[in-house]
């Protein structure tokens, strides 16, 4: 049984853990109701004006345009690819199946500068008629390299804890391949699809680097507050625009560890690495 002393010091630790990651973003939210445009500490006065200036801001609402289209564009992919991945590599016994396996995990650990540099040196150089010009569609399969593995994790680990012998069931009383896909197989995944859906929809809609290297003309909005941050005229629309994305990156990523949570054993396979 773990001591009084004991529990206090894991409760402190717990606590200098979430002020070490959370302090800054909370910094960063009150700088977005700063009557003032400069970033001084401490504030002197509170504002919700700049709210209305990032609303009526073209520049952001465009982006936030193409960041939601390359988010739901590269999720859909994910969705596809990372499913079909899984049940190939968890239903099938083949040569080379765990060398597939590393290989689809392995882009979320690769550094996002290499991933970047590699497809926009493929974009570039694909011959007549097969050259791409960058935009919308290289951001959404930029995006979709890194986002096929959170799909892939939960979907595997949950055919893993599901048993085969449902299915082989299903086809031993007739159903095709599709029918026992549907009334068997795809209810015991719904909700691990959708929480890697929206853990790959949250981890596209805030990627940086990547997208640098892929977006051509076009602004996502994380790339237009980088472009924007060094404008003090426009910091106070920055601020409000980083706590939006803040939240928009979390709903789904809260919603997926409740689905996480409340199924049986469900268990969302996390973002590997950082970008």
């Known amino acids: ?94 040569f080379g199946r765990d060398a597939i396996s590393f290989l689809v995990i392995l882009p979320i650990a690769l550094p996002g500068i290499v991933t970047g540099m590699a497809l926009n040196a493929t974009f570039r150089n694909l011959p007549e008629p097969f050259g791409v010009e960058l935009g919308l569609f290289t951001i959404v399969v930029g995006h979709a390299t890194f986002c096929i593995v959170v799909v892939y994790n939960n979907v595997v680990a949950r055919l893993r804890r599901t048993q085969a012998s449902l299915e082989e069931a299903s086809a031993d009383l007739g159903a095709d391949a599709w029918q026992t896909f549907r009334y068997v197989t795809f209810p015991q995944l719904k909700t691990a699809l959708l929480a890697g859906g929206l853990l790959a929809f949250a981890l596209s809609f805030d990627e940086v680097i990547v997208t640098t290297f892929t977006a051509g003309p076009d602004q996502t909005l994380p790339i237009w507050i980088l472009n924007n941050l060094s404008r003090p005229n426009q910091l106070p629309i920055v601020n409000v625009v980083a706590v939006f994305v803040i939240l928009l990156s979390m709903i789904p990523v809260w919603v997926a560890s409740r689905l996480s949570s409340e199924s049986a054993g469900g268990g969302v396979a996390g973002r590997a690495g950082g970008r």
């Open 1 to 94: 049984m773990t001591s009084r002393a004991g529990t206090w010091l894991l409760r402190g630790l717990t606590s200098l853990t979430l002020a070490f990651v959370y302090l800054p973003l909370l910094v960063i939210s009150l700088y977005a109701f700063n009557e003032r445009r400069s970033l001084v500490w401490p504030i002197e006065g509170l504002t919700t004006r700049w709210f209305g200036r990032a609303i009526d801001n073209p520049g952001v609402r465009d982006a936030l345009l193409v960041s939601l289209k390359a988010a739901l564009g590269a999720t859909a992919i994910a969705l596809l690819l990372g499913s079909l991945a899984a049940l190939a590599v968890a239903r099938h016994r083949f």
